[in-house]
């Protein structure tokens, strides 16, 4: 009998049931299967074993798991052994190496994960009839088994969280599959405002591996804010304890003390939030400090707790092997305010003093990370020199609590407001009440054509209206057909704040070459349509827009952006609109000298052109309309070497974006002359995670007879690494804006 099983096991993978041809008559059939039932179980746990043990056959053929994702297609097909090294290299901005993770976006998302030697794919889908779906699928380069979480947590106590628990199944298994039989999170987009923090869903993914074999239920859970620690076994708890020193787990309502990430204080202390701060002064007292402003002259390594602004900070300084000292300043996130730390090197008669400020980061991102990702101060030993005096260190910190726009511009939140719906007639609305009240208004009643982010699509071809909730301000977006057959679309801001906005409007087309983007200035919302419409101050869509429609749905986007100081101080539309560009043409200059056309600079772009100076401006505006921007701002996503020529206040200039070989990514803007005016440019590079922060860098341009070589080598120009950039890059491009001023006499 043991013989026959063994038999079973071969051919059907630890089903140890008897064949028909050992079945002699039916007095024996309930001895046998009772027998082989035993042996089954112990047979199939066994093979069960040698299974998860086996190695994965790594030469066989394998597609990309983002060949499933329909707006990001991937045609590579390789081995298994090759898909690692073909993530890394093609997806670097989706990638992702820690198993826990934020996903913010009401919007298709896609990330691939590295965790345990296996590759997963997180994808996130909000359907047209406003579901949303978060999956987690492993590829299957391991046998290991792994199951994920997705945390939903609220901002108020009196709402209460919601976690859901899958298994991973593979990527061959369909999407569409798993989401109608809702085998991961399926929520409406309703149920998910609750869970709404400063514009972004308060969502964390975490994905782990299983130690028992077998399918496990799914299932979810709900639990108070307050939260009750999960009973886990043993075996379980000793992992958990390992994964508390290394992430700082903050367990539905437990948090680890800030120090468990230090090794010199480590502490294994865990417990409420509420009981924190008794904690610290008890049992760490010794590197405690009260206040915002504190000295650290040591020139060693150290750490500090910092009691200030009803928050607890953690203040780590780290001096590397290599000579660099690092420091940093994180938040445990009491309350949900944000700060800023200002380090200040001291100076004297001989030395200047150095002040350098950053954002203050949540504790639950590890240091490690934090000293690799820039976002700390770093300062070479030889830089510090002057600053040390004897064995101490010239050296103080400060921390700030960063207002809110309406904190700062003295904003008058008791005034009375009206919807701003009450200027569509499709959603006519007549509440009427205070401003601090207007956005509580528009969630409880205009959930419908609510939009969270500074990013949004609408694929309409009829009217359409949204409120929109971005950079601390509210906009009313709305798209009208015009009696020409055409539409209007214009966005127009509430005033939340006293800032300035811009909008993009972009068509997309089947060639990238051939999309259109034109930006506009959001006029505020006491400002009638009709004018705006009249004067053509706002994107107007002509009646044949074939080439942008796809499927009955208009290929369009729109993106709003908060102008810098600069950019305020020049309104680029007034002077575009109220002169013609050759006006500014300098009379004084020669214009029958010979010149070349300005992208002869570029290897991908060269022109030949050659003709006098006073036809390049028609030569340009004529010839190379698919790289031609007459705005002073625009964007540039692409990861790849670009130029666009720039035709503003009657001077031309040649913007160009290369990557070296290197993976430097280098943007200059340079001027022709065709006036004697000098400008700048500055360039912004921003991130969808508020947590992450901008990279900005501004110059006065260059003349166009400067040579590219030698302004990246100087480095003239922005410069960033290309490992720099990843927090930046989302769907393979880059939240990325260039903007052109002119410099004051």
């Known amino acids: 009998k043991k013989r026959k099983i063994d038999a079973g096991e071969d051919t059907r993978e630890g089903t140890a049931e008897p064949s028909h041809l050992d079945r002699k008559d039916d007095s024996k059939k309930d001895t046998e299967q009772d027998v082989a039932g035993e042996e089954k179980k112990s047979v199939g746990n066994s093979h069960q074993r040698r299974k998860c043990e086996a190695p994965q056959v790594s030469d066989s053929t394998i597609i990309c798991p983002v060949s499933k994702i329909p707006e990001k297609r991937c045609n590579w097909v390789g081995t298994q052994d090759s898909l690692e090294r073909h993530v890394t290299r093609a997806h670097f901005g989706i990638l992702r190496r820690c198993p826990i993770f934020r996903c913010g ?34 590829v299957g380069v391991t046998n290991k088994e792994f199951k994920y979480t997705i945390e939903l947590r609220a901002e108020y ?36 405002i609750p869970f709404v923090v400063k514009d972004e869903l308060n969502m964390t993914v975490k994905i782990s591996e299983t130690y028992t074999h077998g399918n496990r ?12 620690k999960k009973k886990m076994s043993a075996h379980h708890e000793d992992k958990a304890d390992s994964e508390k020193v290394l992430t700082h787990a903050q367990m539905e309502g437990t948090v680890t003390c800030p120090l468990v990430n230090v ?12 009981n924190l701060k008794e904690h610290v002064e008890d049992e ?20 500090l707790l910092v009691l200030a602004y009803t928050e607890i900070f953690l203040y780590y300084k780290h001096i590397s092997s290599y000579g660099v000292m690092y420091v940093i300043v994180q938040q445990v996130c009491v309350t949900r305010e944000k700060y800023r730390y200002i380090v200040n090197f001291l100076g004297d008669d001989y030395t200047d003093e150095i002040i350098l400020d950053f954002a203050v980061q949540e504790i639950s991102k590890p240091l490690d990370k934090v000293l690799k990702s820039g976002e700390c101060l770093a300062i070479t030993e030889e830089r510090l020199r002057p600053f040390i005096r004897g064995d101490k260190m010239a050296m103080a910190v400060k921390i700030e609590k960063v207002l809110t726009h309406a904190q700062m511009e003295g904003i008058d939140m008791n005034s009375a407001v009206t ?35 500074c990013t949004f699509g609408c694929q309409s071809l009829t009217n359409k209206a949204l409120l929109v909730l971005a950079y601390n301000e509210m906009f009313l977006y709305y798209k009208q057909p015009s009696q020409s057959g055409g539409m209007f679309v214009i966005v127009q801001q509430v005033g939340l704040t006293n800032r300035k906005y811009g909008y993009a409007v972009k068509l997309s087309t089947r060639t990238e070459e051939f999309d259109i983007t034109c930006e506009f200035n959001a006029y505020k919302i006491t400002e009638p349509f009709g004018p705006i419409f009249d004067n053509r101050r706002c994107m107007v869509l002509h009646a044949d827009l074939g080439p942008q429609i ?60 050659v003709g006098p100076f006073h036809c390049l401006y028609k030569h340009v505006d004529n010839i190379h309309e698919d790289v031609l921007k007459k705005c002073f701002s625009f964007p540039c996503n692409s990861l790849q070497d670009k130029a666009f020529l ?7 200039f040649l913007y160009y974006k290369h990557f070296s070989q290197a993976g430097i990514m280098y943007a200059v803007v340079q001027q022709v002359g065709l006036t004697k005016k000098k400008y700048k440019y500055s360039i912004e590079i921003s991130s969808l995670d508020r947590k992450v922060r901008s990279i900005t860098f501004t110059s006065v341009t260059d003349w166009i007879s400067e040579p590219f070589k030698d302004v990246f080598n100087a480095q003239g120009c922005l410069v960033v690494s290309s490992e720099r950039l990843v927090p930046y890059v989302l769907y393979d491009k880059i939240s990325m804006f260039v903007s052109i001023s002119g410099l004051s006499p």
């Open 550 to 609: 796809e499927s009955g749905n208009l290929a369009m986007s729109v993106a709003i952006r908060e102008h810098s100081s600069s950019e305020e101080e020049t309104d680029e539309w007034d002077s575009d609109e109220s002169a013609s560009d050759e006006e500014y043409f300098d009379e004084e200059e020669d214009k029958h000298v010979n010149t070349t056309c300005p992208l002869e600079k570029i290897p991908e772009k060269s022109c030949p052109w």
């Open 419 to 453: 919807c701003p719906l009450l200027k569509v007639s499709d959603h006519f609305c007549s509440w009427l009440g205070k401003l601090s009240n207007l956005e509580e208004h528009v969630e409880g009643e205009h959930g419908d054509v609510l939009s969270r982010g």
């Open 157 to 192: 106590e009196t709402v209460v969280n919601i976690t859901f628990s899958f298994k991973t199944e593979k990527t061959s298994e369909p999407l569409e599959t798993i989401f109608d039989a809702r085998r991961c999170m399926d929520m409406n987009k309703e149920t998910l």
């Open 217 to 228: 239920p799914t299932e979810v859970t709900e639990g108070d804010n307050t939260g009750k």
């Open 105 to 138: 976006s009401f919007q298709n998302n896609v990330l691939l994960i590295l965790f345990k030697q296996e590759i997963f794919l997180y994808y996130k889908h909000v359907s047209i009839t406003g579901r949303v779906y978060a999956v987690v699928q492993q």
């Open 263 to 274: 090794s010199n204080h480590f502490c294994t202390w865990v417990g409420k939030l509420d």
């Open 646 to 652: 720039i035709l503003f206040q009657g001077e031309i």
């Open 284 to 303: 760490h007292g010794d590197v405690l400090s009260r206040g915002c402003v504190f000295e650290c002259v040591s020139l060693t390594n150290n750490a």
